[in-house]
Structures are given as structure tokens and as C-alpha cells.
């Protein structure tokens, strides 16, 4: 199992624009998430033990900050030729098998992965209700066979501070996972 970390994109970069085929055929963008005082972007996959170590806490902690108005959605941006596990077909029974509430979007051509400089799976950003990026890293610090339980802690102070108006925490950690599966010649420069 490779660990590969978070870019850590700068804070205060603007979200990027996209425009996705979601597992139920529509397609979602960025504009769908205009007026929510918060928006939550995860990378995600279906077979990547790091996600599968999270998923079962992600999916209710993205139904509570939905409740509250946060935008979530998630992004599977691999390489489905060489990994099938995750291709759109399979996405759909992930999301009903973990019960995603939120848009689960598939990155075909991988462009919108590059945009955020995702690097691995599970990656999260947190974006203000302006779209600006206030924060990126780990759901929080449990790993497979860590023995630390999943919280979300650390997705959820970022969270809370943006919904109550206040600075998100500085202190900020790389997510660790599964590098995203490129396609054959298209593996990023900051990946390298």
C-alpha cells in the first residue's frame, strides 16, 4: 500500500470550475454550489484502502454539514482502463453501498484532478462561501491499522470555523493515500 501526500494546495486559491457526469447520468458543476457558505471537494475512489478506511464515517459526516447547507461533492478521477474497480458503473454501487448523499463525480480525462493538484485518495479541500480554498488535508489522523478511530476531526474544525465565520485552524495536515492512477502520459508535473 503506497502513501502518497496532499499537495497542500495555497490556501486562498480559487476553486476550479468543473463540469461532471454524476452517478445518477447528470452532470453537477461548480456553479451548482453557488450560495452554500461552505463547499466540501473530496477525491475519492473505490478501491484505495485509505478511502475505504474513511468512507464509512465520510458519508454521515457529508449528510450532517449537508444539513447545515455545506455544499459536498466528491471526484473520481483514476484511471479506470487499469483499475475497473473504479469505473462509473462501479461508482454507482459504492455510492449506494456507503450511502453518498452528495454528488459522486467521475474525471475522465483527469483535468479537474490537475486543477486542484489532487494527489492521492482520500484528498479534501474546504472552500468559503466565496469558493477561496481555507483548507486542505486529512479527514483527520487515522490511517489503516493505525488504531486511532475515524472522527473527521480535523475536516470538521475546518468545517465549523467556516460556518461560524471564523479563521479555519492554521495548522493543517496532508491527507494520505493512494496516489491517484494516471493515465499513461498524463501524470502531472507536481507529481512527479
Known sequence: M??????????????????LPNVDGETV???DFTGAPALLVAF???????V?????????????YQAKGVG???????????????????????AEKQGYTFPYLFDDRQEVAKAYSAACTP??????????????????????DSG????????RAALDAVLA???VPADQQPSIGCNIKWKAGNQPAYFA
Not at 475519492?44 to 485509505?50: E, I, R, V, Y
Request: net charge negative; hydrophobic share 40%; with cysteine.
Open 72 to 94: 459536498v461533492v466528491a471526484i473520481s478521477s483514476n484511471d479506470v482502463a487499469n483499475y475497473p474497480a473504479d469505473s462509473p458503473e462501479q461508482m454507482v454501487h459504492e
Open 148 to 155: 486511532i478511530p475515524v472522527t473527521g476531526k480535523d475536516l
Open 52 to 64: 475505504k478506511h474513511v468512507a464509512p464515517a465520510f458519508a454521515p459526516l457529508a449528510r450532517e
Open 29 to 31: 458543476s461548480l456553479d
Open 165 to 167: 465565520g471564523k479563521p
Open 123 to 144: 484528498d479534501f479541500y474546504v472552500f468559503d462561501k466565496n469558493h477561496k480554498l481555507v483548507y486542505r488535508g486529512q479527514m483527520d489522523s487515522s490511517r489503516p
Open 2 to 19: 503506497a502513501r502518497t501526500a496532499s499537495t497542500m494546495l495555497p490556501l486562498g486559491t480559487q476553486a476550479a470550475a468543473f463540469s
Open 44 to 50: 475519492l475512489c473505490n478501491h484505495c484502502p485509505f
